[in-house]
Each structure stands twice: as C-alpha cells, then as structure tokens.
C-alpha cells in the first residue's frame, strides 16, 4: 500500500504544489526514541530519532526528545533498536533451492542441478517469495556472484518489493574450468560466455569463440559495460567426481587484476583450498568468497598448520575480503540432519508446496550427490563435522582474533540443496561465524560497513548516517547482545518504504 502511495506521490509530483504537500508527506518518517546502532559509531550508541524523506536519510538525532517534524508519520522505536539494511555480498538469485542452477533455457539435468518441468508453477511462486525471504531477515542489500542467464536477475528487480540487487556478471570462469566444467561440452560456452582464454585449450574451446575476444582485459570490460561491481573468477581444482580441472596461471591472473583495477571493479575469487587462497592472496585478490576448509596435504591436521597461519596472516595485512560461507557445508548436511527441514523458519521463507516438495523421495534427490557411496547418515555428518567444518572454524577463529576484513556473504544457494533457503540461510551463516569466534560487533560490521566499502557501496548504505538510503530495520533486540536479534525484526525500510515484517513471510 505505502509503495503505492510513494509511486502515486511521484506522479503527483509534476501535476502541482497541492499535490506536491502530499508527497512530502507520503514520503516522510520520523523514528522515534530508538537506539541507534551504526557500525561506525558503535562507542557511542545512544537513543535518538531518524528523519526519512523521499527514501534517504536526512536527520540523524543523537538525543532524546528532538522535536518531531511537521507533516511526517511517527513510527516509534522505544525500546527497539534500528539499524542499517543487511548485505549479503554473496548470493545466487538464480539457482533454485533444491534443484540448483539449471537455467531455464537449458532444460537438461547435470551434476549441478537437475531440471524438474512439472514443479515450474512451485519455482515461479518460489521466485515471487524469494526477494520478500531476503528482507524478512532484513536483507536489503544482495550481490549476485554468478548468474549464467540474466533476465532472472531484472526479473527480480521487477518484483514489487526486493532488495537493492548488484552483481558480478557475467562472471569469468577458465576456459573448461570450474564451474562451466558442470556443464555439457557443447553447453558450457553458452552458459558462461565470459570465460577466459586459454591457448592451451584451443582443440577444447569452439573456433566462434576468438581468443582476443576472451583476454582478461576483453571480459572485465564485459562486466564493466552490463553494469557489473565486481570480476568473479575462480580457482577451483575440482570435487567430488570432478578433478583436475584446468586453473588460470599467476601471469593471468596479474592481467585479471590489472583489468579490474583498471576499470575500478572489486577482484573476487572463489577459492576454498590452502592452494587455492594462497594463489588468489599472492595475486592481491580483493576478496576471497569462501572459507578455506580444504586443506590439502595438511588435511589430517588437527591444529591449525603454521603454513596455513603465514597466509591468514597476509589476508590480515593485505586487508583481503573475507567471506566464510561455512553454511555452504552447513547446506550439503541438511540431508542428513532430521531436524533441519522441521524448523519453524523454514515456512516463512519458501511456500508450503516447496517444503512439502522438499520432503519427498524426489524432493531429497541431491542426497544421493553428496552420498553416493551410501554411508549411514550420521557417518557423513560427523565426517562433516571432523574435517572441513572443523578446518574453517579454526581459520575463521584464527582471522577473528587478528580482527580480519570479515565480509558477511552466505552464497545461497550454493549447491542444489534445500539447506540454504533465502534469508534464513543469513541468520544461520550468523550462528556459524559466532561459533567460529567472531565477536557480535565483528558479524555486525562484516553485514553493514565492511560489505558497503569493499564493494565501493559506503557512499549509499551501510551505516545509519544522513545522506544515505532509507535501507534500515527495526530490532527488539540488541544485535551487540545477541544473535537473536536478527531473528526478532519487527520493520524493514527498504528506500523508505516500512514493511512489517510478518507482511513478507511466505503465505
Ligand atoms: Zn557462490
């Protein structure tokens, strides 16, 4: 309703002064008597009103009892905290819960995901929910890191109410390299057009595609000129029952970095192993989009290895982005878990016909994937627990301790699985890094002000500061208190517009 009305305001706008009194009305908001939590004040938290006008931010009072504003509607925070809007700099709009990345137009089962035609009405209201799960746990911010098929990104952005959504597209995987090596062949060039040339491989890439059309240089102004933030590439070896998958050298890599400077993008590199990470922090990536739990020859240590401590130690100093994604274990054990799909969040965040879905043979597909040789279901938990889990909460204890630049990206979905469903999987990510020892101020900062500036966003969000967008959510907790506060949200702005949170839970 109020979204109508700020559209009607901006119509009304040119018609004539009468009708311009009301826009200002209709677009003006005075937070009353809350405490104010912003990460780059958090010494001085205190109790004050927030003045919201045609969707930005254009009074902050630190005091109590300013005086409220002519023609603005009050909305009192006593005994609420407000803060700004949430970013996951790490997700994938595209891919389907349960299913996985298997674009429409594709229309083929692969290891990556599996197409089911007769669940197409249960994806389109799947996608309707989506944007609206997101901002149910005050997610007003979201980066796309890869999305092979773009119009399923304008088509969220074309949803009556979503986060603000930037991406990394068209990413830039390695000629057959992960993760265009899930696709068929004669597919894969299709799906990831903006991959990286490499000579090597001529016999192996199809002559339409020219290598001088495919340099570093050619495929980060591709994601410069659709409007990209950011270069996503990768240094992937492979998993599972596919290996030995051809990697950039440092020298491409150099020229990938080159490229983006160039062009002012934010250098992101999926890398999950001690080799993969140590190759993308001598190549000065900006950000690294997973934890590292693979690692290696040092894979039956159980303490953390002084190798693996010297390269943490250069992600410190470089000041590298780091996003932990430990729910994207937390995703691929949700199968043998048999509380997981019996939480009470799960209904808010997908539609009933989804979840119900989700509980069938069919719906438990991906199971057989991440189990194929059959184990009992507590065996590869605890496989789970002992070995990747284990690693990447040593790393992400070790990097709390040295107060690294944590970014809070949870990569939902980041696998065809139903243990990352939007928004929810935010929350989750949360109670993972506290486990692994990031402080609350610390997981705080990494979903407000360190994702803002790595991604050259601080100018628009990120903070509760005047001259911002309107991008803010109410508590009813503390989040410096608890991690319960992310789940006890009771308004969501999103440019202005309030939404109360019980209105975007899934029907
Ligand atoms: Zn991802």
Known sequence: MKRVAV???????????????????????????????????????????????????????????????????????????????????????????????????????????????????????????????????????????????????????????????????????????????????????????????????????????????????????????????????????????????????????????????????????????????????????????????????????????DEIKSVLDQIVAKKIGYQATIQVLAGLTAYFDPDYLKMAAIPKVVPAEMLAWFNTPEGKWFKKEVNDDGRPDAAVLNGFQRGPVHHVQLVVGYLAGKDANFLFGTDTPSAPTYGNLPGLNGYLEMQQLRKAGMSLAQIFKAATINNAREFKLDSQIGTVEAGKVANLVLLRKSPLESLDAYDSISTVWVHGVALQRESLAAR
């Open 7 to 305: 559209l009607l305001a901006s119509v009304c706008f040119v018609i004539g002064s009468g009708t311009f009194l009301f826009a200002q009305e209709a677009g003006r908001t005075w937070i009353s008597d809350v405490t104010i939590i912003s990460p780059e004040n958090l010494d001085h938290i205190s109790i004050g009103s927030v003045l919201i006008e045609n969707g930005k931010i254009v009074r902050v009072e630190r005091k109590v009892g300013a005086k409220v504003p002519e023609h603005a509607t009050v909305v009192s925070g006593k005994g609420q905290f407000l803060i700004p809007g949430l970013i996951d700099s790490h997700v994938h709009i595209s891919s389907i819960p349960g299913m996985g990345m298997v674009p429409d137009q594709l229309k083929i089962d692969q290891p990556l995901g599996k197409s089911f035609p007769q669940h197409e009405t249960m994806v389109d209201d799947y996608l309707k929910q989506l944007p609206r799960s997101y901002l149910y746990y005050g997610y007003t911010t979201l980066i796309d890191l890869v999305a092979p098929f773009p119009q399923e990104l304008n088509d969220f952005r074309h949803q009556p109410l979503h986060p603000d959504l930037y991406s990394c597209n068209p990413s830039m995987p390695f000629a057959n390299g992960y993760p265009m090596s899930y696709a068929p062949p004669e597919m894969r060039f299709k799906g990831f057009p903006n991959f990286i040339y490499d000579p090597a491989q001529a016999a192996s890439i199809p002559a339409e595609y020219k290598p001088e059309d495919h340099t570093p240089a050619a495929d980060v102004a591709r994601v410069k000129a659709s409007g990209g933030i950011c270069v996503k590439t990768f240094f992937e070896r492979g998993f599972g029952g596919m290996r030995n998958l051809p990697v950039m050298s440092p020298e491409v890599l150099a020229e990938v970095r080159r490229a983006a400077t160039a062009d002012g993008l934010v250098l992101m590199m999926h890398a999950n192993s001690f080799e993969a990470q140590k190759f993308g922090v001598d190549g000065n990536v900006d950000v690294l989009a997973h934890g590292m739990w693979n690692w290696g020859a040092m894979d039956d240590a159980t303490g953390l290895p």
